[in-house]
């Protein structure tokens, strides 16, 4: 069986990720700078305004910037937070980004997986009747003991969420939902189905659609299978256009 590279192996998630990482780095880095400028803005020798001889004395030491003083750690201290705000703004636009990433590689890899996923809901199905069948075969041997004028002490195997008589058991409603599946994923990979408008505009026309937008207009409950002829062709509206074979009818 072939194992499934996970989406933090995708080269494009990777250098997302690490990007998220420098930017949220960047954003720690100027936190600790902003709490260092507010620890020096809190001892209350500092002067106001730099004085001439600081200034002077800058100068002649080659200093790019007097002594520290009020106004030029605030200067310092408004820089700081000015670009705090930008890294939040980019750490969340690159959280965005990664969730578009994932977005665009999990169509990509539900795509790829569509038919085998098909195969094992058939196997699901299979299963279903199989299970039916034995609970029949079951529910027989212990009538035919009572039909034959014995008393049965055989336990029986039935459950109330597993009757497959009853429309609202658990079982049946979830058989039924596997079988809608199939039936919508068929109808989906047709290329042209006619179908008879429930709503809308076209009400009570019956149309030749193509089957991604014929399944998701049964699934909505907007049209119904029809083998009368089409009284006209149409294009995918809006609604369905562009969209995928899995989001036309929810699979």
Request: aromatic share 4%; net charge negative.
């Given at each position: ?25 960047a ?5 600790a ?16 305004k ?9 100068f ?10 009020v106004?030029t750690?605030?200067?310092?201290l ?6 705090k705000a ?11 980004a990664?969730k ?11 795509a ?12 699901i199905?299979?299963?279903?009747k199989a ?11 212990r009538?035919?003991i ?13 459950d ?35 179908v ?14 193509a ?9 909505a409950?907007?049209a ?26 929810g699979?």
């Open positions: 069986m072939n194992i499934m590279k996970t989406i933090f192996q995708n080269p494009g998630h990777i250098a997302a990720t690490k990007l998220l990482g420098q930017l949220s780095q954003h720690a880095d100027a936190s700078q902003e709490t260092a400028l507010l620890v020096k803005l809190s001892d209350q020798t500092l002067q106001e730099p004085s001439a001889l600081s200034l002077a004395k800058s002649m030491t080659g200093q790019t910037a007097p002594a520290e003083d106004a750690l605030n200067r310092e408004a820089t700081i937070r000015s670009k930008v890294l939040l703004q980019a750490i969340d636009e690159q959280r965005h990664i578009a990433v994932v977005s665009s590689q999990s169509a990509i890899v539900n790829e997986a569509k038919q085998s996923h098909i195969d094992r809901v058939e196997g199905q299979t299963e279903l299970l039916h069948k034995a609970q029949q075969a079951e529910h027989q041997l009538a035919e009572e039909a034959a004028g014995f008393t049965c002490s055989l336990e029986a195997m039935t109330y969420e597993m009757n497959f008589t009853d429309t609202e058991s658990a079982v049946t409603r979830f058989a039924k939902r596997v079988s809608e599946y199939l039936v919508f994923n068929e109808i989906a990979s047709a290329k042209s189905v006619n008879r408008m429930l709503s809308g505009a076209d009400v009570g026309d019956v149309l030749s659609v089957g991604a937008e014929a399944a998701a207009r049964l699934r409950g907007h119904e299978l029809t083998k009368d002829k089409a009284t006209r062709t149409t294009r995918p509206d809006g609604a369905v256009r562009g969209q995928s074979l899995a989001t036309a009818f699979a």
